[in-house]
């Protein structure tokens, strides 16, 4: 994925806002929790401070990603490998990137609508390199916890 530069400065500030923002995590991971009875279970027995200090990383993984930092690609593409590994339905990315959306609205002062189409074309250009493995031949590493 390739940004301009005004909008690659505006993600790096909407993600720096929003991150300054002690609830951040918080309210991203109660927004992605409720809004599936499935997501509950799946993250039922998940130690959550590990969960969002992964987050974090990904996150910081994503400005990689836009800047077109080599290799970056095959870290989401083994965050998709280890996801299908598991069982984490495809389907169930859109909550998460609705959760995040609605996180970034309520800790970034400065979200907009404009704001939240550059977040919605980043996060699509992440899960794509996420999907490519996730929808690979399975070898699978189940057993792992999410």
Do not use: N
């Not at 991203?28 to 590990?50: K, N, P, Q, T, V």
């Not at 859109?94 to 970034?104: C, G, H, M």
């Amino acid at each position: 994925m390739t940004l301009e530069p005004a909008d690659l400065a505006r993600f790096h500030a909407s993600l720096e806002r929003a991150t300054a923002d002690p609830r951040f995590l918080d309210l991203f991971y109660d927004g992605f929790l409720s809004s599936s009875e499935d997501i509950r279970r799946i993250f039922a027995h998940s130690d959550m401070d590990r969960l969002k200090r992964k987050l974090k990383s990904s996150l910081g993984m994503m400005q990689l990603l836009i800047e077109g930092a080599p290799g970056v690609d095959m870290y989401f593409g083994y965050l998709g490998t280890l996801h299908r590994g598991f069982r984490i339905p495809f389907g169930l990315y859109a909550r998460w990137v609705d959760a995040l959306i609605d996180a970034l609205d309520r800790c970034d002062p400065d979200f907009s609508p404009e704001l939240e189409q550059l977040w919605r074309r980043i996060l699509d250009s992440a899960l794509e390199a996420f999907r490519t493995a996730y929808d690979a031949e399975s070898s699978g590493t189940p057993g792992h916890e999410a």
